[in-house]
């Protein structure tokens, strides 16, 4: 039986988040260092770039698919050793793709890996508000999602780097190292976070039913479809500003990367002074005026520059505080499973914009169009965020004044 006991976390929760930044920075860079390695991974296993391409398209349907799956399955263990099993997963599915001798066997190795990131990172992420209190929630939640920023901005970077000078299998097992060094740390280090109660089936299941968390869903799927639009063919939208220069071309990435990774923390900050909505709206309508603003910047490096880092920033600040609303709609015990299915949408998103991107591409054969369709994207989404109620927990509404959360102990 678990415990409930409240207690105070005072200032020790920062060094347990970090801990819990770290993994996600792990899996993160797994997330985004394939894109770099496409080239090298289609030569090895004689594959074209379009198919190779295709270990993305896989890990990110296999996270979104099995990310509320895993959630519901595991709600009856305690954080930590959810944590630990998905880095163990995480880092024995890298461990397959630097090993197998063929394409298939690569894909299924890759929904090995999708399966262990679909297990952490939701977890982290409510682990972290668990450990920090529901005062400090925001500002735990973006302390983890550095680890995902962090990833994008240094991971992915020096994972390609790596992989260009020893083979993309390398990058593998420097991801697997990551995961391997993290592990025990957690084991040491973080308190047993536990529900206070495990629900029933149907209490596990009832968000999926709510309306609420319907609608945040639907920001979020809408918010990164529209995110994910310039960033995946950021190339081709600034081609003329870059010259066709790969160094400027991960400059640009480097920009969106640490810029995100301001907006993050900022993000945070902001939704436990002022409310995640609030941050949702303001960041979701600064997007659309970023990036139709990066239409009459396209031919301009310095200017790239400037709208990169403010869309850095802004699309950045979407990610906590939806993760923050979403957790405030969970009946008492159900915010992992929350937190798996909001994590889920965003990866169906990524998945779905560059869908959208190729579409649009092939049928008007101009980049450019690329830009007012991810406005239009995001500004559906600010739109639906301005209109929904606050996010308030169920159980705040049965009981006001209780604010329900999970033990720590």
Do not use: C
Not at 138 to 166: D, E, K
Not at 321 to 346: D, F, T
């Amino acid at each position: 039986m678990s415990d409930t006991t409240r207690t105070d976390p005072g200032e020790r929760w920062r060094p347990q988040v970090m801990v819990l930044a770290f993994g996600t920075f792990a899996v993160g860079t797994d997330a985004f260092v394939i894109a770099g390695l496409l080239p090298d991974i289609s030569r090895s296993l004689h594959i074209d770039v379009a198919a190779a391409g295709q270990l993305v398209t896989v890990f990110s349907i296999a996270y979104a698919a099995l990310s509320p799956v895993l959630a519901a399955l595991t709600g009856r263990w305690s954080r930590r050793q959810v944590l630990v099993t998905a880095l163990i997963v995480f880092a024995l599915g890298n461990v397959g793709t630097a090993l197998a001798p063929d394409y298939a066997l690569v894909l299924a190795s890759r929904v090995v890996a999708a399966a262990g990131a679909a297990m952490f990172t939701p977890n982290a992420g409510a682990t972290a508000a668990a450990i920090a209190g529901p005062e400090r929630r925001g500002r735990a939640i973006a302390i983890v999602t550095v680890g995902l920023t962090s990833s994008l901005a240094l991971g992915a970077p020096l994972g390609t780097a790596i992989g260009n000078a020893l083979g993309w299998k390398a990058t593998m097992w420097f991801v697997t190292a990551l995961a391997v060094l993290v592990t025990p740390v957690i084991v040491l280090r973080l308190p047993d976070v536990r529900l206070p109660a495990a629900p029933s089936l149907r209490q596990r299941l009832a968000p999926l039913t709510d309306r609420r968390v319907a609608g945040v869903l639907t920001i979020t799927l809408l918010a990164f479809i529209g995110i994910y639009l310039p960033y995946t063919y950021i190339s081709s939208v600034f081609a003329t500003a870059t010259g066709g220069d790969g160094g400027r071309v991960a400059l640009l990435l480097l920009v969106f990367g640490v810029a995100g990774t301001v907006g993050n923390l900022t993000a945070g900050r902001l939704a436990d002074r002022h409310g995640p909505r609030r941050v949702v709206i303001g960041a979701t309508f600064a997007l659309a005026v970023v990036f139709l603003a990066m239409l009459p910047s396209r031919g301009s490096f310095p200017a790239a520059l400037v709208v990169v880092a403010l869309s850095g920033v802004a699309s950045w600040s979407v990610t906590a505080p939806q993760q923050h609303r979403i957790m405030a709609l969970a009946p008492a015990g159900s915010e992992p499973l929350v937190v798996s299915l909001n994590a889920a949408v965003m990866y169906l998103a990524i998945s779905l914009s560059s869908t959208v991107g190729a579409i649009a591409l092939t049928s008007f054969h101009s980049s450019a169009v690329l830009l007012p369709i991810a406005a239009a994207f995001v500004l559906a989404a600010a739109l639906l965020a301005w209109i929904s109620r606050p996010a308030v927990r169920r159980s705040d509404e049965q009981q006001p004044g209780v604010a329900a959360s999970p033990a720590v102990r």
